[in-house]
């Protein structure tokens, strides 16, 4: 799944925080209720407009970005 595929980023909604393409779910919800301790199936329980594919989608992608060789890039333009 592409990235343009699975995110949204408008102004319009939810004052233009990234969420899962058609919802009004925000991406960091995902990764906030794992730092929780829910999986990800409840997670798809408490937000089922996400489906378990963009759940895992939005994992394996934060896994590239995090394991990449230019982290310390990616790191110095997100700060």
């Known amino acids: 799944m592409e990235l343009k595929d699975l995110i949204n980023i408008d102004s319009g909604v939810l004052g ?16 906030d209720h794992l730092e929780a301790g829910v999986s990800i199936d409840e997670f798809i329980e408490d937000f089922p407009t996400v489906t378990k594919e963009q759940a895992i989608a939005a994992l394996e992608i934060a896994n590239k970005l995090m394991t990449s ?3 310390a890039k990616l790191y110095e333009t997100a700060a």
């Open 69 to 71: 060789k230019n982290v």
């Open 16 to 31: 233009g925080q990234t969420v899962f393409k058609g919802t009004r779910v925000p991406v960091e919800t995902l990764f």
